[in-house]
């Protein structure tokens, strides 16, 4: 809820055409308590539905990257990159 209301707070006040980079970490999160988050492709598409369109345009698989991450035993982890415009 906390998401929602950020997003139709900050994104709300935003004029039409506006665009912008979201940038997301997704992993299984019952594998690890955040900070950081996991925030998955269906969350961001619920987040940013109308009047914003979220496009991907990179995903990639970064847990080889990231020791931390797999010495708590997180079995997988991505980024993701997001275009959004406002419509």
Known sequence: SLRR???D???????????GLLISLE???QEKAGPPF???ADEVARLFSSPWRATELERRDI???EPRFQKEGVSALATAVYRLRKA
């Open 27 to 29: 992993y299984p999160q």
């Open 63 to 65: 847990l080889a990257q």
């Open 9 to 19: 707070t900050v994104y709300a006040a935003l004029p039409d055409g506006s665009q």
């Open 5 to 7: 209301r950020y997003v």
């Open 38 to 40: 996991s925030v998955g």
